[in-house]
């Protein structure tokens, strides 16, 4: 179950990702679990795959970002799915995988 104060923490571990990943990624996967199939979750797991970007584990980061994806789509948040199609996107250029980022980019754009 989602609470407000749930999808604000989130939300704030998604900004402080870059400044201090390592404490993001385990805030975030801590919230993942607790906040079970909702928004809130999406966004802790979006979080988590932004922190392990900036770790240097892009598999790991790739793997968070698809997850948070496949979450914001079953829940048809398909602004949010797009906004973490975004971040995939960059995921997948750092990986060598231009033309796959190139589709997640398109695809996050058509749903905005």
Partial sequence: MQSDDQLERALELKERAQADPGRVCAEAEQLFQDAGDSES???ACWAAGLG????GDLKRSESHLRSAIAMADRLSLQRRAAQIRDTLSFTLFLLGEHNEALQ??????AHV
């Fill in 41 to 43: 979750a999406a966004v």
């Fill in 52 to 55: 392990f970007r900036e770790l």
């Fill in 104 to 109: 997640q980019a398109e695809i996050g754009r």
